[in-house]
C-alpha cells in the first residue's frame, strides 16, 4: 500500500540538507539610463512617480542614514498630484527644496548619479510650464 509523506521528511531521510535561507544581496549603486529619463513626459502623473522613484533609488542608496530626503520626496509627490498646466507653483517649491538638500549632499564618490536626480527633478518641474506653453495656456 502507497504512504504519504512530506517532501521534507523524504529529504531529511535520503540525508540532503535542508535549503539554506536565501541571502538577499545589498543592491548595487543605482543605474540610470539616460533613454528612460529623457523619454518620459513628466507632465504625467505616472512618469513623475517614476522619476521620484529613480531619485529614491539614488537616494536611499547614498544616503539612507538620514530621514528628511522621504519627506521631501513625500511633499514632491504630492505638489505633484495637485499641479496643473496652468498653476504649479507648489511644485516649483518642492522642487527646490528637494534640489537644495540634494545639492548639499553632493560629493566626488556620488555626484554622477546626484546629478542625474538633479537633472529628473528639473524635468519634473519644467514640464507642466512646457505643456502649458504648447497648449498655450497662460505662463507664471
Known amino acids: 500500500?502507497?504512504?504519504?509523506?512530506s517532501l521534507r521528511e523524504f529529504a531529511r531521510s535520503r540525508g540532503v540538507p535542508p535549503p539554506a535561507a536565501r541571502e538577499i544581496p545589498p543592491d548595487g549603486e543605482p543605474y540610470i539610463n539616460d533613454s528612460q529619463v529623457w523619454s518620459k513626459?513628466?507632465?504625467?502623473?505616472?512618469?513623475v512617480v517614476?522619476?521620484?522613484?529613480?531619485?529614491?533609488?539614488?537616494l536611499n542608496y547614498y544616503l539612507y542614514y538620514e530621514d528628511v530626503w522621504a519627506y521631501l520626496i513625500?511633499?514632491?509627490l504630492d505638489a505633484a498630484a495637485m499641479a496643473t498646466p496652468e498653476d504649479h507653483t507648489e511644485l516649483h517649491e518642492a522642487v527646490a527644496?528637494?534640489?537644495?538638500?540634494i545639492v548639499q549632499a553632493v560629493d566626488a564618490s556620488n555626484r554622477r548619479n546626484m546629478f542625474a536626480a538633479l537633472l529628473i527633478?528639473?524635468?519634473i518641474e519644467k514640464a507642466?510650464?512646457?505643456?502649458?506653453q504648447v497648449m498655450g495656456l497662460p505662463q507664471d
Open 41 to 47: 513626459d513628466y507632465s504625467k502623473l505616472e512618469n
Open 50 to 58: 517614476f522619476g521620484v522613484l529613480k531619485i529614491r533609488e539614488v
Open 1 to 5: 500500500m502507497a504512504k504519504i509523506i
Open 121 to 123: 527633478l528639473d524635468l
Open 97 to 101: 527644496h528637494l534640489r537644495n538638500y
Open 74 to 76: 513625500l511633499n514632491l
Open 128 to 132: 507642466p510650464g512646457f505643456k502649458a
